[in-house]
């Protein structure tokens, strides 16, 4: 088991950004690549950003490609998403998930999910 908390959603004007973090418990954070999804009201979940278990390599999906940058920091056992020049399609609730796959940068192989925070893009 991996649990898995967000935090750092919230309301933000078009232009804006914020900072979302995933704090993962246990002593094998770095076992797992992480990823960030998102979900907008009546659409299915979608792959935002995924990074490899050493940080060393990202994959992004192209909408956030350039505006989104994610990270982790494995002494503090968390991954965070920037998310600069936000727009109101980027509205939705944000999950973290981890891949037992520790290479894996993928939309798939996610085995522990997060219960998301809310990010709302207000235009």
């Known amino acids: 088991q991996v649990p898995l908390v967000e935090s750092g959603g919230g309301l933000v004007q078009a232009g804006g950004s914020l900072r979302l973090s995933c704090a993962a418990s246990?002593?094998?954070?770095?076992?797992?690549?992480m990823g960030w999804f998102r979900q907008a009201p009546g659409k299915e979940r979608e792959f935002v950003a995924a990074i490899s278990w050493s940080g060393g390599t990202t994959n992004y999906v192209p909408a956030v490609k350039g505006r989104f940058t994610i990270s982790r920091d494995s002494d503090k056992n968390t991954v965070y998403l920037q998310m600069n020049s936000l727009k109101p399609e980027d509205t939705g609730t944000y999950y973290c998930?981890?891949?037992?796959?520790?290479?894996?940068?993928?939309?798939?192989?996610?085995?522990?999910w997060g219960k998301g925070t809310q990010v709302t893009v207000s235009s």
């Open positions: 246990g002593r094998n954070f770095n076992n797992y690549a």
């Open positions: 998930g981890a891949n037992d796959d520790p290479y894996g940068l993928g939309s798939r192989g996610y085995d522990y």
